[in-house]
């Protein structure tokens, strides 16, 4: 009985792994809105999501990214450029056109890029909404 109860505790606390066609159904689910691939910012080991528009008053310009499995570490350290996080989780990285993007890192394979309207790095209302919505359904991973 004791390993059984162990088995259920170590399941628990394993991070997920996600499928695309999960993030979009359950990013439609929690906010009505349907997630679209985004093949110019996709490859083998990354699929990238996005609204239609990309931008929304709600949420502002973001996207989901859903990597491959087996490269997860690799890909994290891609997605946060091996930078410590800020003490709300958030890895601030450089855009290409002189701005900045707040990556969060959600359960194993799941990760959040918010391009915030001004130039500095600060979050909003619309970033909050989005984190909510994505924790709804994930995990975040800690800093």
């Not at 990309?54 to 490269?71: D, I, N, P, Y």
């Not at 855009?95 to 993007?101: C, E, H, P, S, T």
Request: aromatic residues 10%; proline residues 6%; contains cysteine.
């Amino acid at each position: 009985m004791t390993r059984a109860i162990l088995a259920v505790v170590a399941l628990a606390a394993a991070p997920h792994t996600f499928g695309v066609k999960e993030v979009q159904q359950a990013f439609k689910r929690e906010t009505g809105l349907p997630l679209a691939r985004f093949a110019a910012a996709s490859t083998r080991d990354v699929t990238s999501l996005r609204t239609r528009p990309h931008e929304t008053s709600r949420f502002g310009e973001f996207q989901l990214f859903v990597l491959r499995a087996s490269r997860v570490a690799r890909l994290q350290r891609v997605f946060t450029h091996d930078k410590a996080p800020d003490r709300r989780g958030i890895y601030w990285v450089p855009d290409q056109a002189g701005g900045w993007i707040a990556v969060t890192l959600f359960e194993r394979n799941l990760v959040v890029a918010w391009f915030p309207s001004s130039r500095g790095c600060r979050v909003d209302v619309r970033w909050i909404r989005l984190q909510r919505a994505v924790a709804s359904f994930a995990r975040r991973s800690p800093p």
